[in-house]
């Protein structure tokens, strides 16, 4: 049966349908659906493709391999665990253990793709080991308050912005109807999510020249506006294609402030936010203290706010506009309400 909420588009693909309720029961759902989970997110691979929606929609354990293998965001990683006893999820010591292994890089981030790669070539050997050999999780997005920050993720120190990990430019994508809400709390907040969401890229300076050429061109082609893709084409970890407003935070500072920030393995930036005190009351968030310059790239108005400053004022029903089911959901990226389908970012 067609989805209502996808009205006027093609139905989703068989892996896209897998695809997201895998993200679905690894990032939010978990917990209340009875899943066995470990503190870095990892689940049994056959307790998984036991859960009762991916049971209905008969999903097999190479959909899962394939679901892994051909994320264009990276959305999950893959453990394989040659034992395969008892279809629980590994302890933390067992995946720790199996990602530092000799043949791994030191880095994390790179620990982790390296066991996905030796978990994918065992999937997908001759014979096959069972899906109950394997662990699975989702890279980031969780909701999952069990989740611990530091057994999933790399926390990002001032010591490190010398050296390649950190990253020159962090950037939250947003949309017109939840920036207004955004600027008069004073920051971004989590809305349902463990962390904030933020992507590396696309720079300001490639952003600002990619309105610059658009506006010049307008009058010519018509074309006024950016791809689905971002900017380039691209597609960008930590942002959706469709993002409509980029906040770009200044990390050096918010690390200096007291703003803790992360990096997940598939390269996304994330920050729980810090306490700060907003008309007498103590609230969590990333403050717009620590953000240098927030754009509009949809319709071309460029740098709207600026070292603490409005630039130039929005328009006014921006505020008013209920977000567009699947847009604009919440202060902070991808949290409030959100249905199984709406899962993927």
Not at 11 to 30: D, G
Not at 184 to 201: E, P, W
Not at 288 to 306: A, F, N, Q, T
Not at 307 to 314: D, E, H, L
């Amino acid at each position: 049966m067609p989805n209502p909420n996808n009205k006027g588009r093609p139905p989703l693909s068989r892996a896209v349908t897998v695809s997201k309720a895998l993200s679905y029961i690894l990032r939010h759902a978990a917990e209340k659906e009875g899943l066995k989970m470990d503190a870095q997110g990892y689940a049994n691979v056959a307790d998984v493709l036991a859960w009762r929606k991916l049971k209905s929609l008969k999903a097999t354990f190479p959909e899962i391999v394939d679901a892994v293998a051909n994320s264009d965001k990276k959305r999950f990683a893959l453990l394989y665990i040659p034992s395969g006893d008892s279809g629980t999820p590994a302890t933390t010591s067992t995946a720790t253990d199996t990602a530092t292994s000799t043949d791994t890089p030191t880095d994390p981030t790179q620990q982790t793709e390296q066991t996905t790669l030796t978990a994918l070539a065992a999937a997908t050997s001759t014979p096959t080991p069972p899906s109950s050999s394997f662990l699975i999780r989702a890279t980031q997005g969780h909701s999952i308050k069990s989740i611990e920050a530091a057994g999933l993720l790399e926390k990002l120190t001032l010591d490190d912005k010398a050296s390649d990990k950190f990253p020159k430019t962090v950037v939250h994508g947003t949309f017109h109807s939840t920036w207004p809400a955004i600027f008069a709390s004073g920051g971004l907040k989590c809305m349902g999510r463990n962390q904030v969401h933020f992507a590396t890229g696309p720079a300001l300076e490639e952003v600002l020249g990619e309105i610059a050429k658009r506006k010049q061109q307008k009058n010519t082609d018509g074309e006024g506006e950016t791809g689905e893709k971002g900017e380039a084409g691209k597609v960008i970890s930590g942002m959706r294609r469709d993002a409509q407003v980029l906040v770009y935070v200044n990390v050096e500072r918010a690390l200096a402030a007291g703003c803790p920030f992360w990096r997940s393995e598939n390269g996304v930036v994330l920050s729980e936010g810090m306490e700060v005190e907003v008309d007498g009351k103590k609230e969590t968030m990333v403050p717009l203290s620590v953000v240098d310059v927030v754009v509009e790239r949809k319709l071309g108005l460029g740098r709207m706010w600026e070292k603490g400053a409005v630039v130039q004022q929005w328009p006014s029903e921006w505020g008013t506009r209920p977000p567009v089911k699947g847009k604009g959901r919440g202060r902070g990226r991808g949290s409030d309400g959100r249905d199984q389908q709406q899962q993927q970012q």
